[in-house]
């Protein structure tokens, strides 16, 4: 939101009371607080009729500053706001004449105690970012009413990412983010994720603390500055010290919550009905048997909204007419090996048996005027749940009970996004501040009542809308994206953006959703979408198995989705590691290279974990273009290595991207295709790339509770290669191998030692 007319001028109908003096300065342990004139302190009577600005500083944990700016004093905590989760701190308060310092870890904040008002923060003893002369204030505008900003200094060519899932650049200095869900698809500003937080390349991470409607102006009306807004009298803000993204995101997460672990099979190919096509229980076997027949590995069936009878969504029954024995026919999918999944949204068409269920219990929002809130937008007439009604939870909490008893085991939790502000809440909540918070409690009260059910690291949901904390709640996929190139590169764009926020697992529409694709398209897609963390054929109007394209979209998909099985061991200890630290399985090229600037503007290329570069093909004839940071990279497709840094030009075919294994990588498999829910200590393969002499790595294999169970640590010694078992020998029961990676994946790649179940040790001569 702009208050200004240029640098100078105030817009009309704006008034502006910007933080001017510090006047009165409160120390505690581990605290300070600073009255802050909104003039000039040019003698005693200056106090007087003059609004102040109080400003708080605090430190919730090492590395991370709150500062709480207020126009007027809070005295209740609203009902809707963040958690956050403290770690123990030490924090050193220190006072002279001129400045207050608060230090805690690296991070320390120096306000002024007296004259001219300043905030600098300074990482490690690095002046980081700043606030100064019209910075802080509290504005009044006219026709919005009163709101509190900041505005923070960016050192000089500085990059801002994040803010969740946003299709836009993804560089974001010279945007306006709203932080507010909407239900607009994927090619516009509007997002169905938003999350008021950014980090830099600069060494430092704001997260503004609201769920209100937070307005960012990056680089844009104070093009020297990031400005934030919020409606209201008070702001709060953390300033996060990295030096590094990938710290910084590990310190965030620390705060707001790190995602739980999916379960293995969740990694596999999902099968979608898609949305409004015809199908019936003989269609779903006959994709089912047609997958099968074709050797095309499938681990989930979804079923989409018209499991239900129309205009009775959302009531968790099955349309019997279609589905005459759902309980029976998911019983033979399971017995398939296959995992079933269904839909759902937490809006109830007033056709629905369940809307005057709800309703007359008082689980539904309601206006002012005691009426129960409807609407025509989506299904005819109707309610949204009311998630802070602690009894509706437990009556939306039931019907996922009783779908969970009747064999499926993940949904998709569609919507969120459209939730009205003329409302009254249970709990009395400001609507303002709901909107944006709706999808924590509704994702929250779906995943936990599933994983109750099916048990700890067994619970997964396929998630559209979130907001701050939403990541603790796998999976989220991108939305309704058409069936274009242009759109496929805006989905990865906004799925870098969405882990830059925390989002450790994160999926997309493969071929798109709106319209059908090209064969060459979703060939193209497919090859993108299994070498994501969480892989779904889904689409609006037209199915989505490989052969309704060609015969070679049959070939593509199987060669990809054996792929994506035999690597998960390594997908697997990426997906550990966003669990424990909150770094996304896919990454933005910024958060393994921060040290080359080129990587700071990447975004159609990305690492599947820390050692996997991705660079999807968009475009039939193949011909594609990415950077490669420093070194020697190896094709994992077919073992040619190419020398970076630098940008490369290459064509492929539709069995082909540029998929390159980062120098001195130990890249672990499995010995299965066909699933990715198996056993990784069952004769694995751990394949060693462009180790140079003196070289060390580590592999791990984990369970599937996430706990370490195999690890190898591998060394080079000029001609000798070394691998060592320093835990979990005994699990390697059916042997394992080591793989000096010199050519083409197969049998045939390169130099291989195999070792017995009694061996700690291989060693691998290289000449």
């Not at 802080?136 to 006219?142: G, H």
């Not at 998960?568 to 909150?582: I, K, Q, S, T």
Request: charged content about 20%; hydrophobic content about 40%.
């Amino acid at each position: 939101m702009k208050f200004n007319d240029g640098y100078w001028l105030l817009r009309e109908g704006v008034t502006a009371r910007y933080a001017t003096d510090a006047l009165d300065v409160r120390t505690g342990e581990a605290t300070a607080s600073i009255a802050v004139l909104t003039k000039r302190n040019e003698h005693r009577g200056s106090v007087l009729n003059t609004p102040t600005i109080t400003v708080e500083l605090s430190a919730p944990a090492p590395d991370v500053v709150r500062v709480r700016a207020s126009h007027r004093a809070v005295l209740e905590r609203p009902s809707v706001r963040f958690e956050i989760s403290p770690a123990p701190v030490e924090v050193r308060v220190e006072r002279d004449d001129a400045a207050v310092r608060l230090t805690a870890g690296d991070l320390s904040v120096e306000a002024a105690a007296a004259g001219p008002w300043g905030l600098r923060f300074l990482g490690a003893g690095t002046p980081l970012t700043s606030s100064g002369f019209k910075s802080l204030a509290s504005m009044t505008d006219a026709a919005a009413g009163d709101f509190m900003i900041e505005r923070l200094t960016l050192p000089v060519g500085a990059n801002v990412y994040g803010f969740g899932e946003r299709f836009t650049p993804f560089v974001k200095n010279g945007q306006v983010v709203d932080s507010w869900n909407q239900d607009g698809g994927t090619a516009s500003e509007q997002a169905y994720k938003s999350v008021p937080f950014f980090l830099t390349d600069a060494g430092f991470g704001v997260f503004v603390n609201s769920p209100a409607r937070v307005s960012f102006e990056v680089a844009s009306e104070i093009v020297s500055a990031v400005q934030f807004s919020t409606p209201g009298p008070q702001l709060e803000y953390l300033v996060i010290y990295g030096p590094t993204p990938a710290e910084i995101l590990r310190k965030y997460t620390a705060l707001t919550g790190r995602p739980a672990l999916p379960p293995r099979w969740s990694f596999g190919l999902w099968l979608s009905t898609s949305f409004t096509t015809d199908y019936d229980e003989a269609t779903v076997t006959h994709f089912v048997e047609g997958m099968a027949q074709r050797d095309l590995p499938l681990s989930v069936i979804h079923f989409d909204c018209y499991w239900m009878r129309a205009l009775h969504w959302c009531d968790f029954e099955w349309d019997r007419r279609v589905f005459p024995e759902p309980d029976k026919m998911l019983r033979r999918l399971g017995d398939r090996g296959l995992r079933r999944s269904v839909w759902i949204n937490p809006y109830l068409g007033q056709r629905s048996p369940v809307f005057e269920e709800a309703a007359a219990a008082g689980y539904l929002l309601r206006r002012p005027d005691g009426t129960v809130w409807q609407s025509d937008l989506w299904v005819a007439g109707m309610g949204i749940v009311d998630f802070t009604n602690p009894a509706a939870r437990e009556w939306f909490a039931g019907k996922i009970r009783t779908l969970l008893e009747s064999g499926v085991d993940a949904v998709k939790t569609d919507f969120g996004e459209r939730i009205p502000t003329d409302v009254v809440w249970f709990d009395g909540s400001d609507p303002q501040l709901m909107h944006n918070y709706y999808p924590l409690l509704y994702n929250q009260t779906v995943f936990d009542e599933v994983r109750r059910h099916r048990g700890e690291g067994e619970a997964v949901l396929f998630a559209r809308s979130a907001t701050v904390g939403s990541q603790q709640f796998p999976v989220h996929w991108g939305g309704d994206c058409e069936s274009t190139y242009t759109a496929m590169a805006d989905s990865l764009r906004g799925g870098l953006s969405l882990g830059l926020g925390g989002f450790g697992f994160w999926s997309h529409d493969i071929g798109g959703f709106e319209g059908t694709p090209s064969a060459a398209l979703f060939k193209r897609w497919v090859a993108f979408g299994l070498l994501s963390s969480h892989s779904r054929l889904h689409g609006s109007e037209s199915y989505r198995v490989p052969w309704a394209f060609d015969e070679e979209a049959v070939t593509v998909t199987r060669q990809f989705a054996q792929l994506k099985n035999a690597l998960m061991p390594y997908l697997w200890a990426a997906a550990v590691d966003a669990h424990r630290r909150g770094i996304p399985v896919m990454r933005a090229m910024l958060l393994e290279f921060p040290q080359d600037r080129t990587s700071s503007f990447l975004d159609r290329q990305y690492m599947l974990g820390p050692d996997l570069l991705v660079a999807p093909v968009f475009s039939d004839e193949g011909d594609v273009e990415f950077y490669l940071p420093g070194g020697a990279w190896t094709s994992y497709l077919d073992g040619t290595t190419v020398s970076g840094p630098g940008w490369v030009r290459q064509r492929h075919d539709f069995s082909s991207l540029p998929l390159l294994v980062r120098p001195g990588s130990v890249i672990a498999l499995g010995a299965r295709t066909d699933r990715p829910d198996y056993d990784d200590a069952l004769a694995p393969v751990f394949e060693v790339f462009g180790m140079a002499d003196g070289d060390r790595r580590v592999a791990t294999l984990f369970d599937a509770a996430g706990e370490e169970r195999v690890v190898v640590d591998v060394t080079r010694t000029g001609s000798q290669l070394q691998a060592v078992v320093t835990r979990g020998l005994e699990h390697l029961t059916e042997g394992w191998t080591v793989c000096w990676v010199t050519g083409p994946r197969g049998p045939r790649r390169g130099p291989r030692v195999s070792g017995s179940a009694t061996e700690h040790t291989l060693t691998l001569a290289l000449d």
